[in-house]
Each structure stands twice: as structure tokens, then as C-alpha cells.
């Protein structure tokens, strides 16, 4: 059974950092894409950025290019999300997912999630 589980959220004030944990188990992810979405209340859930599992080819959304770095450690199965120079605006769950349609930044292009981890970036 695969099982995602985020880590890391909490709250931090505008400029600050955070680092968003994805350990992944259940199955080998070799050529899967892991991708970070999140959802702030009211909106759509929405594509922050992807690592291709193999080769960690990287995607961003373009409100968070430059800003957040994703990584991967594959001995220890898990994906990291780096966010620097946090904003209120990027106050939301943060989801991990896994899918096999290549750094996709559609939530349908995704087989896996997880639950959550709350972000709040007061101002």
C-alpha cells in the first residue's frame, strides 16, 4: 500500500523558511513524478512544483520559482520542499502526491497523495 506522509508545516512569519518532508513507502518509484501541490481556503488546489524520481528533473509553479527548491533523498525515500522568503499568500495544506505522467502540474496527473501539512505565513 502506498503511503505518503508530509512533515514540516507550522507557522513562520513573512520572509521566513520552512522545510516540507514527503516520505514515501509502499512501492519503488522509479519513473514516478512526485509533485508538491497546496490549497489555500476557498481555492482550487494548485501545482507548486515536481521531481522526476529518477533522474530529478525538476518543474516549478512561476509564483514560487526562485523562491522553492525541490529535492530528493532516494536512500531515504523521501522529498524535500526547501521554501525561502515565505509570503502570506503561500499560507495553505501542502500536499504531496505521486503519479506517473511525467512532472505533471495537474492534480489528475497523480495516483498518490497524502494528507496535508498546514503552512501559515503570518505578516
Known amino acids: 500500500q502506498v503511503q505518503l506522509v508530509e512533515s514540516g508545516g507550522g507557522l513562520v512569519q513573512a520572509g521566513g523558511s520552512l522545510r516540507l518532508s514527503c516520505a514515501a513507502s509502499g512501492r519503488t518509484f522509479n519513473s514516478y513524478t512526485i509533485g508538491w501541490f497546496r490549497q489555500a481556503p476557498g481555492k482550487e488546489r494548485e501545482f507548486v512544483a515536481a521531481?522526476?524520481?529518477?533522474?530529478?528533473?525538476?518543474r516549478y509553479a512561476d509564483s514560487v520559482k526562485g523562491r522553492f527548491t525541490i529535492s530528493r533523498d532516494g536512500a531515504k525515500n523521501t522529498v524535500y520542499l526547501q521554501m525561502n522568503s515565505l509570503q502570506a499568500e503561500d499560507t495553505a495544506v501542502y500536499y504531496c502526491?505521486?503519479?506517473?505522467?511525467?512532472?505533471?502540474?495537474?492534480?489528475?496527473?497523480?495516483?498518490?497523495w497524502g494528507q496535508g501539512t498546514q503552512v501559515t505565513v503570518s505578516s
Open positions: 521531481i522526476g524520481w529518477t533522474i530529478g528533473n525538476t
Open positions: 502526491a505521486a503519479g506517473l505522467v511525467g512532472l505533471s502540474t495537474h492534480t489528475s496527473g497523480y495516483q498518490y
